[in-house]
């Protein structure tokens, strides 16, 4: 168990501890306070606050270093903008500052394949990759430094907080799907969509080389969640997830894969289970997504999961279908949205 604690002096601490208990109860993390000292579990770990007469005592365990990262930059965070105009000193004992971030990675461009009209395949090496080899998690945070600049990545300051960089070396930050992992061999695959009004994702990809570094940080976001039948249905840009899915499916999986892509030059032989359909939609015949995803029946005496990714406005049609049309309940669906029409790639 990783363990780190800080002193933080306040003029009043009260208020800071209040504030910070009413936040995390208002984002679903249950809190246990007594008046003088609060307590919520997260998902990667525990923290405690304490009052004490000019100061506010914090502690954390966590599992992992990243875990223990995560919940000090939160607590650090938060402390500062609740104390505000006041500038605290947070100072951790058991926390190394001004290093690499545990879940972060720096990783170089080893091949360049295009694999459709619309998506190039990147493959990058790195060391140390056990902790992205997970189905659980499908997400990776890409930095992208500027091109013609030495990378600065992310580091922790002595508070806790990611130390700021200068506007013209901060790196973009955009997140992508792990296509494939190879942890052994220390190969990860991520396929990028070549938008036409590219973003800092497409257009690092359009340029990309043999060589070129960027950061990776994770995993994070959900993936499919077991049951006796599956809907996946996506767009272009949610296809690497739902490839990845598929393929990790057990031989005996059911269920029905909706594909959304511009013409057949996109589709792509994906690797399922033959009991599990597969149908491309093509986006210049005019079939929409949530259309298609409206005409599939969820079926009521098996255990199921329906999850999708798309744009912003599909996927809201989509998820209003499921829960006032289908009755699938909360647990029971993950629907994302991925990209909003007039914007730039999603960060």
Known sequence: MKTASAVVPLANPAFVLDTLCTHMASHELAVEFDGRVASTRLPVGRATMRLEP?????????????????????????????????????????FEPS???????????????????????????????????????????????????????PTRGADGVIEPVE???????????????????????????????????????RGAGEGDLLGMAGPGGRGAKPADWLLLAGDETALPAIARILEGLPPRAEGIALIE????????????????????????AGTGLAAA???????????????????????????????????????DQLAVSYWRK????AS
Request: charged residues 30%; aromatic residues 8%; contains cysteine.
């Open 54 to 94: 000019a100061s506010l005592a914090l502690e954390v365990e966590a599992e992992t270093e990243s875990g223990m990262e995560g919940i000090i930059g939160f607590l650090a965070s938060h402390v500062l903008e609740f104390a505000h105009p006041e500038r605290p000193a947070i100072r951790w004992s058991g």
């Open 99 to 153: 290093r690499a971030l545990a879940d972060f990675r720096e990783m170089k461009v080893v091949a360049v394949a295009d694999i459709t009209p619309h998506m190039r395949r990147i493959t990058l090496t790195g060391s140390d990759l056990g902790r992205f080899a997970t189905e659980d998690n499908l997400h990776v945070r890409l930095f992208f430094p500027p091109r013609g600049r030495p990378p600065v990545w």
């Open 167 to 205: 506007p013209a070396l901060r790196p973009a930050v955009r997140k992508y799907t792990i296509r494939r992992i190879d942890a052994a061999k220390g190969l990860v695959d991520i396929d990028f969509l070549l938008h036409e009004d590219a973003g800092p994702g497409s257009d690092w990809a």
């Open 261 to 284: 892509v511009e013409g057949e030059a996109d589709e792509l032989a994906l690797s399922r289970p033959a009991g599990f359909e597969l149908h491309w939609l093509h986006r210049a």
């Open 293 to 331: 995803v409206a005409r599939v029946a969820v079926p009521k005496d098996r255990t199921h999961f329906c999850w999708a990714g798309a744009e912003f406005a599909e996927i809201q049609a989509i998820r209003r279908h499921w829960v006032e049309e289908c009755g699938v309940a909360r647990p």
């Open 342 to 345: 007039g914007e730039p790639e």
